[in-house]
């Protein structure tokens, strides 16, 4: 008779004592606990709960970080993950007890949000990633090689530039010092807040190359609910470039001052705002622009600016026509500060090429959810991921899942119980699949 296990530190316990052949798991063996997945969802979201809504505040490095990620880690201490923490504050907890050349098979995403987040966004796949770890260890089996979940610091880019901050420096894309002296708007620097919160770690950076990585991830767009389909087979993500713009002109009073002699840096940010627009309508395919963030000095009705900072997010899949839609936007730009007598300061916050997954992992994702008799679809990411990075160092692949009207970045991000649980069970299967896999 097969023991009985109350726990998962029982189970782990007694397996490392195991001997004997090590045996993989069959994909559609195992099932995911729903409950359970929904519960941590609910608390964590319960961290940085904006009042009066379903939503939560949790910037990269606040306190109300560090209180979610203090809960996420008493989770995996809970399991017996091996929990380490890198020099900006990712966090990766790994099976224990394996032969150390042996690389983990990888997932997980974040858990900072931005200011008006949901409860999903990130925060799906570290928990999703913990309960497939979690329902492994409670199956009694062993695997040829360990799971691993990660959390990955400021990937929202939302307090500090850029996003995919984390990851970036854990695949050695960005150096850490460099890392450690970027500084919000009000000048707090992330290596200073990692010590403040207690999460500045000791593990290396660049980290460890995982074996293989898969993100789960609600879709954060319309398109699975729309054609209604179930799973999103990533196959890869846009590119992304964003911009700062500080436009400098002259104060002046609005009545007074005849519209010839003005120098306006707020008409040349509504002309930037509506230029981007019109270029995507004249690109189209998958062309993206957005002004997000617009402010002006002194911000008051009867007084010309004197500044106006705005950003411009381009995107597109192919790294071709997002080059062609800068080289229009810059372009244009110039011409009308100059004819407006507006100084012009750019700044990238953030440029990354189009990423395209590895197809072997893509077609694993495919197949498994096929197998759970889960309609999919083959589709791009219009948002950055942690895993657009890791697919620099190992072989990488997305999961989505279907976003309720496909609003996402908002306090009324939705995604329904039966999607959550197709699309962490699909990470499940394809986890247990890549475990042996060589590639």
């Known amino acids: 008779m097969s023991p009985v296990f109350t726990t998962p530190k029982q189970v782990l316990d007694t397996l490392l004592s195991t001997t004997g052949t090590v045996v993989a798991v069959t994909a559609n063996a195992l099932r995911i606990d729903i409950d359970r997945l929904l519960q941590r969802l609910l608390e964590l979201g319960e961290i940085g709960a904006i009042e009066g809504t379903t939503g939560c505040a949790r910037l990269a490095l606040t306190d109300e970080d560090r209180a979610g990620r203090d809960l996420v880690r008493s989770w995996m201490d809970e399991l017996g993950l091996d929990i380490s923490t890198d020099g900006v504050g990712n966090v990766v907890g790994t099976m224990p007890g394996f032969d150390p050349a042996l690389a983990p098979v990888v997932t997980g995403s974040h858990i900072d949000t931005v200011g008006t987040g949901g409860r999903y966004d990130g925060n799906l796949g570290v928990l999703a990633g913990l309960e497939v770890i979690e329902t492994v260890l409670t199956s009694g089996r062993l695997l040829e090689r360990p799971l691993a979940v990660g959390w990955f610091t400021d990937e929202e880019g939302a307090r500090f530039p850029p996003d995919m901050l984390g990851s970036l420096v854990y695949v050695g894309a960005m150096p850490l010092e460099e890392a450690l002296e970027i500084t919000d708007r009000d000048g707090l620097s992330i290596g200073d807040e990692l010590d403040r919160i207690g999460y500045r770690g000791a593990a290396p950076v660049p980290g460890r190359v995982p074996h293989a990585f898969v993100e789960l991830h609600i879709e954060q767009g319309p398109v699975l609910e729309d054609e209604d389909i179930t799973i999103g087979v990533v196959e890869g993500v846009q590119g992304i470039s964003w911009t700062e713009l500080t436009l400098t002109g002259q104060s002046c009073h609005a009545g007074t001052t005849p519209m010839r002699l003005r120098h306006d840096p707020g008409f040349v940010a509504a002309d930037v705002t509506t230029f981007v627009r019109r270029l995507t309508a004249e690109f189209g395919g998958t062309q993206v622009a957005t002004v997000g963030s617009v ?82 679809k083959r589709m791009p990411s219009g948002a950055g991921h942690d895993a657009q990075m890791f697919a620099r160092i190992c072989p990488t692949a997305m999961i989505f899942t279907k976003s309720v009207n496909g609003i996402s970045h908002n306090v009324n991000e939705f995604t329904e119980p039966e999607d959550l649980e197709a699309g962490a069970n699909v990470l499940l299967d394809v986890m247990l699949d890549l475990v042996t896999r060589e590639f």
């Open 295 to 376: 402010s002006l000095t002194p911000n008051l009705v009867n007084v010309v600016p004197s500044e106006a900072v705005l950003t411009v997010d381009l995107r597109n899949t192919d790294e071709k026509t997002l080059q062609q839609a800068e080289t229009r936007f810059r372009g244009h730009l110039a011409q009308v500060a100059e004819v407006e007598g507006v100084s012009v300061d750019t700044r990238t916050l953030a440029r990354f090429e189009p990423v395209t997954f590895d197809s072997r992992v893509v077609d694993i994702v495919e197949q498994r959810a096929a197998g759970r008799g889960l309609s999919s």
